[in-house]
T-cell receptor, first 116, second 110 residues
């Protein structure tokens, strides 16, 4: 079974530029998550999708971050304009909800963003 | 809200030494508890989990016991290997969202 795919793996941009990250979850997984992992910290949830609907985006900085999952499969996370403090690893994860309790999340390799 | 506190690293050990990485949590209700591992250049992988009090999760020689009375989920391994060098994250889950600790880097030397 293929894992969660992310691209690009690395990206370097200058502040005020825009950038987009792509995620392809495990086939059949209805739930998709985007996390931000700043160096030296644990991942922080940015947004959670259930199919193509947003379940939780309470920690997404909506003035500059946006995410979509139009067909309920792939997802794109965009930052516009980027700030220095956005330098981090952006992780995508997916899970297959059973409606019972917590379901294991499977993580992609992440995209390392450096903002200069 | 939910939070996880784990010991700061790096933890530096020689091969075959005993490992303990402390983790304590604050949560409402009865969360599930996890340890994730992140090897260099790779994504997070679930190492082990426990879903209720007194459960013991185990995998690859690692163990952790869900202690509700001390709100702890310490990770242990009896004999570490160089290949165990990685960053270890303690996490808890309410329903579908994970709350992570800051991570503890483990460095094992031959």
């Amino acid at each position: 079974e293929a894992g969660v795919a992310q691209s690009p793996r690395y990206k370097i941009i200058e502040k005020r530029q825009s950038v987009a990250f792509w995620c392809n979850p495990i086939s059949g997984h209805a739930t998709l998550y985007w996390y931000q992992q700043i160096l030296g910290q644990g991942p922080k949830l940015l947004i959670q999708f259930q199919n193509n609907g947003v379940v939780d985006d309470s920690q997404l900085p909506k003035d500059r971050f946006s995410a979509e999952r139009l067909k309920g499969v792939d997802s794109t996370l965009k930052i516009q304009p980027a700030k220095l403090e956005d330098s981090a690893v952006y992780l995508c994860a997916s899970s297959s909800p059973s409606g019972i309790s917590y379901n294991e999340q499977f993580f992609g390799p992440g995209t390392r963003l450096t903002v200069l | 809200g939910n939070s996880v506190t784990q010991m700061e690293g790096p933890v530096t050990l020689s091969e075959e030494a005993f490992l303990t990485i402390n983790c304590t949590y604050t949560a409402t209700g009865y969360p599930s508890l996890f340890w994730y591992v992140q090897y260099p250049g790779e994504g997070l992988q679930l190492l082990l989990k426990a879903t209720k009090a007194d459960d013991k999760g185990s995998n690859k020689g690692f163990e952790a016991t869900y202690r509700k009375e001390t709100t702890s989920f310490h990770l242990e391994k009896g004999s570490v290997q160089v290949s165990d060098s990685a960053v270890y994250f303690c996490a808890l889950a309410g329903y579908s969202t994970l709350t992570f600790g800051k991570g503890t880097m483990l460095l094992v030397s031959p």
